[in-house]
């Protein structure tokens, strides 16, 4: 930390007087308030103090006319504690560096540790894996991470409080609930552009003409200058080994996801598209630019509610006055009435995609893909469901006996089974609609016996000529004896 030249001198000799010899272990606050004023400096006060976050760290702190200042008792390399977390500190932050993502925020140590389980990947047996696979096998952690009883007293209560984010809120709310209606990748959008504004509000005016790697990093900065004060109980003045990064990394895990938000903002979100490789697509400049719908992926919605909640805790220690938490917040009534919402959303839009698919099909209609849902889950949902509970049980009824199961398949819609009763053998195919291409047809003629689709019949003879299988509604099928 810097103070006035003068002050420096007389503060630093103190320190070198005891700290060089080694004596700082055994030093009596006597012995250090005697040297102090021999030095010219007015003594207020001496007393024994624990500074620093994990481990805590016993210290003198002196306080004079030119300042206030620690000496901590011991050396950095008789600090147990930080020696042996040296090398698993690095192993983690390597970890989130490797996943393309940071430690998230406002999230319990079991909300992570959880999340990390739940992908299947070890924080230090990761190092010698594809980037791409390993980003990829996380990827699902995001959702178990993000869930939907995090986000949603995170939104309401905690980013209620930033001073940075709450004019936002709004967007936030809507996207949220957009995400959950259905809407997913308009989600994702509608999140994006707030970022920038966030970190400019963050650092205030004197950094409106900044470019945005200059933005993030003094953002960061601002919120390392505050972690740092924290660290060393307010004072003006320690010897600059103590709060060097690389250290404040290991003994400070708030210095410690602050760089790793640094890391991600830099080098993955603010990429250049040159530069960037990574398989989740979310970069600023794929977005903004419209180069590459890679952006357009679900999970995207997680990061983005992620990197907001991420920049409010940066607020927490770069904004003076700030009235953010830092500690996950309790559910009020303003998360349960939220909730509920989202919740209502939910529900909307399970029952709305149900009487559509219906008005759809028994309308010969086709569906309206979005960027976010082409309905095929749905579709093939629909498709496993009249295998297992119309097909098959009739087959099953009249003696045959049924294998060869496949899943339902997208390139043309369908589903099938083989069936065996005695000497005879058959193969039912059940396509999602009548309305499928004839190329379809054509293929399942070469192994189907019967061709089977939901629905009414609908131009059947303009969609299935030139095939010998027989071709009826679901409905109109028969089992065979």
């Not at 102090?36 to 805590?56: I, K, M, S, T």
């Not at 700030?322 to 559910?331: A, L, M, N, T, Y």
Request: aromatic fraction near 12%; charge should be negative; include cysteine.
């Amino acid at each position: 930390m810097s103070i006035k030249k003068k002050t420096n001198k007389h503060i630093r000799a103190t320190w070198d007087r005891f700290n060089k010899p080694n004596k700082m272990s055994t030093v009596t606050i006597s012995e250090i308030k005697d040297f102090a004023e021999q030095r010219g400096l007015l003594v207020e006060g001496v007393e024994e103090v624990d500074f620093g976050y994990n481990p805590r760290i016993k210290a003198i702190q002196i306080k004079t006319n030119e300042g206030t200042a620690l000496y901590p008792r011991q050396r950095l390399d008789e600090i147990d504690v930080y020696n042996r977390n040296i090398q698993p500190n690095q192993d983690y932050e390597h970890f989130w560096n490797s996943v393309d993502w940071f430690i998230p925020m406002f999230m319990t140590s079991g909300d992570i540790k959880h999340g990390i389980e739940v992908s299947g990947l070890n924080v230090r047996g990761h190092r010698h894996s594809n980037k791409r696979l390993i980003q990829e096998r996380f990827e699902p952690a995001l959702s178990s991470i993000y869930t939907l009883g995090n986000i949603v007293p995170i939104t309401v209560q905690t980013l209620a409080e930033s001073s940075t984010i709450c004019k936002h809120l709004p967007i936030i709310k809507e996207s949220i609930l957009a995400f959950y209606s259905g809407m997913k990748i308009a989600a994702i959008a509608a999140l994006i552009p707030i970022i920038e504004d966030i970190l400019g509000s963050i650092i205030g005016e004197d950094g409106s003409d900044l470019d945005i790697v200059s933005k993030v990093n003094k953002s960061i900065d601002l919120a390392n200058e505050g972690v740092t004060k924290l660290h060393i109980n307010n004072v003006d003045w320690i010897s600059e080994e103590y709060i060097e990064s690389s250290v404040l990394k290991v003994m400070n895990e708030r210095t410690f996801t602050l760089e790793t938000i640094r890391y991600w903002l830099l080098n993955s979100f603010y990429a250049t598209t040159d530069n960037y490789d990574n398989h989740s697509g979310f970069n600023r400049h794929f977005f903004a630019h419209a180069k590459s719908d890679i952006w357009q992926n679900e999970h995207n919605f997680f990061r983005a509610m992620g990197l907001i909640q991420a920049l409010a805790f940066i607020e927490c220690f770069a904004v003076e006055g700030s009235k953010v938490s830092i500690f996950p917040p309790e559910p009020d009534e303003r998360a349960e009435s939220f909730r509920l919402e989202v919740f209502a959303c939910m529900n909307t839009q399970f029952f709305k995609m149900q009487i559509l698919n219906k008005l759809q099909l028994e309308n010969n209609l086709p569906f309206n893909p979005t960027a976010s849902d082409d309905g095929w889950l749905l579709r093939a949902s629909k498709l496993s469901e009249k295998m297992n509970t119309e097909i098959i049980p009739s087959l099953r009824d009249n003696e045959w006996q049924c294998h060869s199961f496949t899943g339902p398949i997208k390139e043309g819609e369908y589903i099938s089974v083989n069936a065996t009763k005695g000497n005879h053998d058959i193969k039912v195919a059940l396509l999602y609609t009548c309305a499928t291409s004839n190329s379809i047809y054509k293929e399942l003629d070469k192994t189907c016996d019967y061709i089977l689709y939901q629905g009414y019949y609908y131009k059947q003879d303009s969609y299935a000529y030139g095939v010998e299988a027989k071709v009826l509604p679901l409905s109109a099928w028969i089992t065979p004896d």
